[in-house]
């Protein structure tokens, strides 16, 4: 079956810097990879994706690349708000089976 | 539209007791899924059904019981209840593979 690795597990950036995330799948057949947001005692909320057929996708601050031929694909987050702070999973899909997550990265940014 | 409901949001079980943990979508999603998140931890899937009728195990099925007779109804049970079950459950829907996947609040359950 699938496996997920994201990296790293905790990241720590001042406000306004980059962070970024890796994750990275065995499936060459998964095609859709999501992203999600988990703040402390809520459910995973859903903040990007995206699919085999692009390589890149923007929303405001947030932007995914998706490399299929190295299979990783990362989360890039500009101007880092205290609001940003959260756990984010990335996750791996083959269209007919299960969704796979990573082990999470807890993003604590700094004022 | 309510998205997908789950219920009870908190319960206390003893050792060795059963239960149903409820979910339901009103999206006419095809897909379906339960998860376990352990303090500090990712989600680990327990149970899919990818249609009425259809169940598969995830990661994690031992101990845990599905059945999906209706496309918006997806419960869980928990045949005999053991404090290593103590967690969080998600129950996720989407409507194909490759579609956005929503999740419930999420049941906290504690067995003592």
């Known amino acids: 079956g699938e496996n997920v690795e994201q990296h790293p597990s905790t990241l720590s950036v001042q406000e306004g810097d980059s962070a970024v995330i890796k994750c990275t799948y065995s499936?060459?057949?998964?095609?859709?990879f999501p992203w999600y947001k988990q703040e402390l005692g809520k459910r995973p909320q859903l903040i990007i994706d995206?699919?085999?057929?692009?390589g890149e996708k923007k929303d405001q601050r947030i932007a995914v690349t998706l490399n299929k031929t190295a299979k990783h694909f990362s989360l890039h987050i500009t101007e880092t708000q205290p609001e940003d702070s959260a756990v984010y999973f990335c996750?791996?899909?083959?269209?007919?089976?299960?969704?796979?997550f990573g082990s999470g990265t807890q993003l604590t940014v700094l004022p | 539209n309510a998205g997908v409901t789950q219920t009870p949001k908190f319960q206390v079980l003893k050792t060795g007791q059963s239960m149903t943990l409820q979910c339901a979508q009103d999206?006419?999603?095809?897909?379906m899924s339960w998860y376990r998140q352990d303090p500090g931890m990712g989600l680990r899937l327990i149970h899919y059904?990818?249609?009425?009728?259809?169940?598969d195990q995830g990661e994690v099925p031992n101990g845990y019981n599905v059945s999906r007779s209706t496309t918006e109804d997806f419960p869980l049970r928990l045949l005999s209840a053991a404090p290593s079950q103590t967690s969080v459950y998600f129950c996720?829907?989407?409507?194909?593979?490759?579609?956005?996947?929503?999740f419930g609040d999420g049941t906290r359950l504690s067995i003592l």
């Open positions: 996720a829907s989407r409507l194909q593979g490759d579609q956005p996947q929503h």
């Open positions: 499936d060459s057949a998964s095609n859709y």
């Open positions: 995206i699919r085999s057929n692009v």
């Open positions: 996750a791996a899909s083959a269209s007919a089976r299960q969704l796979t």
């Open positions: 999206m006419n999603h095809e897909y």
């Open positions: 059904s990818v249609g009425a009728g259809i169940t």
